[in-house]
């Protein structure tokens, strides 16, 4: 007898919520930056960490920009920076662990060396599970994308802002110049409400007179 019945549905319903998804990835990538800024404090073998930490807030400006090219820029470094991780601990694991304070090592330097190694355990743990959230998000943004709609606006169903029943906000620079401003259909609609709006002023005053935009039929 499972102990938590309703805990797989919720997992479910989780996995195809993109918007918890996306509130997740950026939880975790402040937990890297967060973990990155302190592993910084090191006194050596700090390199890979500032690295990391220009990567995560890389992935910030990534998803609050919504950009489908930041975000794919984002999920390669993502790769090699896990590839860069394994290559660090085969590397200057080993060496951290087993050096002891002596007449050129103080306390302080094996202290700051120890914790440069658990911050970057944790945030290689943490990009590693990020993976995984970033991999479900881009299913759901090509699962979401209309193959209908014009090749032009494509980019606008990526996996940093899938479209859903209520029209995202993108800010897709190099494919298109804005939001709804920028729509044609949204401004032929605007106009043909006002045009519309004109010819039923014009009849309920009495003019017999038709605008250029429209034609009132006389008896």
Sequence with gaps: MPWCPGFGPRVRSFLRDYDALQSLALALIYLQIGCALIGSLGALFNGVLVINLVIGLFA?????????????????LLFFAIVLDVAWFILFSHAIWNTTPDENYGELFVFSLRLALWMQIIGFSVRFLSSFVWI??????????TPTYYEANDARNS????RSNSVRRSSMADDILGGSIYDPSYYSSLFEDVR????????????????????????
């Design 136 to 145: 479900q998000m881009y299913r759901l943004g090509v699962s979401s994308s």
């Design 159 to 162: 996996f940093l802002s899938p």
């Design 60 to 76: 910030v400006v990534a998803i609050e920009s919504s950009s489908q090219r930041l975000g794919r820029t984002y999920a390669v």
């Design 196 to 219: 519309n709006s004109a010819c039923n002023h014009q009849v309920e005053a009495g003019l017999r007179k038709p605008l250029n935009s429209c034609t009132v039929e006389t008896s």
